[in-house]
DNA sequence: GCAAAAGTGTTCGGCGTACACCCATGC
DNA sequence: GCATGGGTGTACGCCGAACACTTTTGC
């Protein structure tokens, strides 16, 4: 493609690979305190009866991008929420002679919203990242190179806001950071700390649940 | 490639693109305080007369990586530097009819290492990141890209170890931090949280130069 | 009035930053 | 002895971490 490639692929074009390029979308939500990923039941070789990352072909006219936000959109419903690229493959699909690439992006999804795609076949379903089935390629790999990344985006980033809905307490945005760092957090250091980064604002709102003091409700700055 | 790819393959091939992969390697390298990239320039159409960024396609057999360090050592003649994945792009070249995918990885050499590339055509040359020529494609992307990560990576990394001989003194090591990050530092600051990471290591040399003091030469401590 | 979760302040240690002088050498 | 770059120490502000009690509500 660009610089020098024209050439040297006409002189040598028996030696060069024309790899299929795949998307590959690792969607992560957080339920109930826990982590999950979604994944894929193959249905057929290779690798059938094992769960896989979610992922496709590029359609004809389609960026890597809109790949990945059409194969989001499939598995559950939901588009505008953050979505970024994590890593290429090279290796995860080991065809006999022909290589493949696997560009894998990451996403961020609140599951309310979530209506997941009602197949009979390559049924998708949430999975908690500590109890994983078998998966297929290096699925795994993939999977652990995303939590990283996301464990380190929550540090400097508002990535959570696509975890969660419009309003949320405290309380609840704390959940989601604890599942997704995998360690409890001071109450009162987590609150200063995000009321110090302006991702959040609080609204005028409270939530009344049971009997105890209203909780305040927040909502992220970006999002109007 | 990966999960259910192959059945949605076999039902719309023709709408899914077969796009060509390339490797591309940003090369950089600190000469005489400077950050510098090799570039090449591109002696057939298209973008015939530009400067690119060094990049081919990935020949049978090889993997990506295995690809790039092919290409760095074509180059540049050398191996066994850093050398990590960076960002796939989709877009960079808007070839008609079958799109493109370029896997852009990143290297930082010695310079004095360095035996550049002798050929009469698509011959490389050091340019610095403030005075680039015009760039093939998006190629002032690309370098933005990895400008900024080779940026974050020396907060935290001791990727600088590629871009300096096996032992070298405080300020050599310093001139290569400040070159990078475009700004002045303090020399005893900067001695103190370098000696803090465990990067580097005290040799027991010392270099004389000139009539002063001679320094204290330091290696870094994963390169034995 | 009591159970339950919401909300709040202070202390401390580490780290990055600012800043100026003495040291060893060659000529 | 002086010019040249090498090498060193202190003070301060910020930030993350630890830690316990009061407030508001429903019943």
Redesign the pocket.
Known sequence: MTTETIPVRKSESSETRRPSVAVLVVIFTVVEGALQVLLIERSAPPAEGQWAIPGGAILHGETMEQAAVRKLAEETGVTDVFLEQLYTFGDLDPSPTEGSVGVAWFALVESAAVRLAQRTAWRPKWWSLDQLPPLAFDNEQVIDVARTRLINKLQYTDAAYSLLPTTF???ELQEVYEAILGRPL????F???LL?TDFITATSE?R?E???????LYRFSNRS
Chains 1, 2 share one sequence.
């Open positions: 307490t405290m309380r001071d109450k009162r250091n609150r200063r700390r110090a409270q009344k049971g009997r105890h003091r209203p909780a305040r």
